[in-house]
């Protein structure tokens, strides 16, 4: 596919007439280097119809695909099949990116822009959004990354708790996830933790551009995040997390530089923290079950992975099994999402 545009970014749009406009306009600031295409997704209410209208306005910029309903891992899959650009995005309908902080993003990926000088992963900070607050917490990654260079996973330095992944701060490079057949599940929420963390092995060279690019929304009582959405949602979570924590062997991590092994393990435990968290939330006999499968799964799976999860002190944690350990378990989890604001 011929490389037009610098940048691609995919909004997937499920009903997001409401504020959809708004993330759009946040893209437009880039201008011509931008190929921003809207996936409706089987969408009922005006969202096709605005997406159609922004792409009239903004004809060699926007581009619309309709398609039934395939969740927002079906978007994101029609954007790295499509994609213009030689670096790929993904900015939710609800989000929006900071004006200084595009230009910036699009300056740095353009002096990467020539084969032989791309990045296989640009990474840069974030920032969360409460309801008409911005920019309420910042995540940056300073203490980590060398700046305004290409470098590799041996030149980063420690990942604290605090310093981990999200798909809003992740720019990959389009042909790479093209190259290795990257598809995510569809008819499924929380795919995003896959696509933050599987193709990570792949990346060998990469930048970082200190300064906030994307505005993370949280707060609203329909987010995927939200507390009663992730309970009543557990199968998929679930599911989604056990996929993440066996897509790579132990075997496969010993081979990786020190700084990406010790971030894989890291997310991964992580990611079972919150979610055993959330299953002693529920407190059902069917949460209990899928609490335990998690752990079965990734034990069959791989043994050495496994006790690798278990010698991580987040992984401790959440493997507990006393009522004292899984109530602090519990406490931490929603201190942490007090903290950040969530619902």
């Not at 650009?85 to 200084?100: E, P, T």
């Amino acid at each position: 596919m011929p490389t037009e545009k610098l940048l691609t970014v995919v909004v997937p749009c499920y009903n997001s007439a409401a504020y959809m406009e708004k993330a759009v306009a946040s893209l437009l600031v880039g201008g011509e280097e931008m190929d921003v295409l809207l996936v409706d997704d089987g969408s009922s209410d005006n969202t096709g119809t605005i997406a159609d209208r922004l792409a009239e306005e903004n004809p060699s910029i926007v581009r619309v695909i309709h398609q039934p309903n395939g969740g927002h891992g079906s978007g994101l899959n029609r954007g790295i099949e499509t994609a213009k650009g030689i670096y790929f995005k993904v900015v939710d309908s609800d989000d929006r990116l900071d004006a200084d902080g595009l230009k910036a993003l699009l300056n740095l990926l353009r002096e990467h822009a020539a084969p032989g000088s791309r990045a296989d992963l640009a990474v840069h900070d974030y920032v969360y959004d409460h309801g008409d607050k911005q920019a309420v917490f910042r995540i940056d990654y300073a203490k980590i990354f060398p700046q305004k260079r290409l470098f590799g996973w041996a030149d980063c330095g420690h990942f604290s708790a605090s310093n981990q992944f999200m798909i809003h701060s992740l720019v990959y490079r389009a042909d790479m996830l093209r190259e290795h057949h990257y598809v995510l599940p569809e008819h499924t929420f929380y795919e995003d933790n896959l696509y933050v963390y599987q193709p990570l092995p792949w990346v060998e060279k990469l930048l970082y551009l200190h300064q906030p690019v994307y505005a993370y929304n949280v707060g609203r009582d329909d987010q995927s995040v939200n507390e009663k959405n992730l309970i009543k949602r557990l199968d998929q979570l679930t599911a989604m997390i056990t996929r993440m924590a066996t897509s790579w062997h132990m075997a496969d991590l010993d081979t990786f530089a020190k700084p990406l092994r010790q971030y894989m393990i890291n997310n991964v435990s992580g990611q079972i923290w919150s979610l055993c968290a959330l299953h002693h939330i529920a407190g059902s006999e069917e949460s209990k079950k899928l609490n335990d499968g998690l752990w079965q799964a990734i034990r069959d799976y791989d043994e050495d992975l496994y006790r690798a999860y278990l010698r991580n002190p987040v992984g401790r944690m959440a493997h507990a099994q006393s009522k004292l350990g899984k109530g602090l378990l519990v406490t931490a989890y929603r201190v942490g999402h007090k903290i950040l604001h969530f619902g």
